[in-house]
């Protein structure tokens, strides 16, 4: 039996709370997944992932977003198996390379249903995702739009609105979108050379817990379509939307609310005529679907360096952790076979590279028993782990992935 979703757990009306010291670890996602743990001797490190936990996020994704086009982003986990999953759903897709591009279409994904949301890119790329069948760019500078002018002429645009996105635990710092009347010009423009100036789109930053961020976000956009001209516009409002790692987030549902409440608002005000909707969900659609299995190299106490034990496992920073750089995410743990009493610890990676510290600020305790070999599960790790795994780090494999 699968649960619903960890975001019941979140008090009424509460947009953002603090962190949570040493909550009990969620349960599992799935039995399968479970069952699949239960194996105590298959060598570590490696990512399990459950599919079937993607699907019912899926449903409550489109549930709360209910005249939405989805677009999955392939970035949050490219395993061709929950590629081919959400296709079956009818999932469409935000690639960001002419790889990605491929993956879905191997995944039985309809071109059409694909949008090349990464406006870094080389008229390389531009011209092999136009050959391969696509025909949706997001775009935000004027260099972008003379390569999508001259390598993809009869495309669809959407231009990136630079928008805030406090509340993220992973900002984008102005790395992509335009200023609101540089995005003017960009629409304008893309109408004048042909291609069909759909609308607009942003971003409110990776693990968003603030609904009034893209609230405030959509009303922006909006205000940009109606200034160019485009009375009819599509709205790709992105993805970032939260999920329970140690602290309580609100459910999809939520956002879905001020995502609507801000578009109803701005027809009423006539900023537009009417709008149709894209989201971007990637990491609410899988990170529950994957448990990160690492085991105990050593648990250490380092008299004059630290009062807290040091435990170093055998997956860190480059073997899949790459978001827990300033420790931005902060994943729940469980420890198969162990308990009684707790005690504060560091945790670091395996690599002899200074930067493999997962948590030094974040307060974790694991039970006084632990020992090298015992296992640590890493929970909600579906998301943005395989695909940041290196190829061999210090001389450490890419992470190991089986599929359930």
Known sequence: MRRTGPWTRCPAGAEDTGPVIDPAP??????????????????????????????????????AFPDAGVLYAVKACPEPAVLRRLAGLGSGFDVASPAEVRLCLEAGADPAVLCYGNPARSRADVAAAHAAGVRRFVTDSRGDLADLIANAPDSSVLVRVLVDDSGSATPFFGKFGAAEAEAVELLRGARAAGLRAEGVAFHVGSQQVRPGTYRD??????????????????????????????????????FGAAVREAVEGAVRAGMVDAVRLLCEPGRVLVAEAGVLRTRVLRASWRPGVDHRRWVYLDAGRYQGLAETENEAIAYPLRVPGRAGPSGPVVLAGPTCDGDDVLYRRTPYMLPLAL?????????????????YSSVGFNGFGPLAVHVL
């Open 26 to 63: 969620p349960p599992l996602a799935s039995a399968a997944l479970a069952a699949f743990l239960a194996d105590t001797e298959r060598p570590t490190p490696y990512l399990v992932l459950d599919p079937g936990v993607v699907a019912d996020r899926y449903v409550e994704v489109t549930a």
């Open 217 to 254: 976000a959509v009303r922006q956009a909006l205000r940009v379509a109606g200034a160019a001209g485009v009375r009819r516009a599509v709205l790709d409002v992105g993805g970032g939307f939260p999920v329970a790692y140690r602290s309580p987030v609100l459910p999809p549902a939520a």
């Open 371 to 387: 020992r090298a070999g015992d296992a640590v599960d890493i929970l909600h790790a579906g998301a943005y782990t395989s695909s």
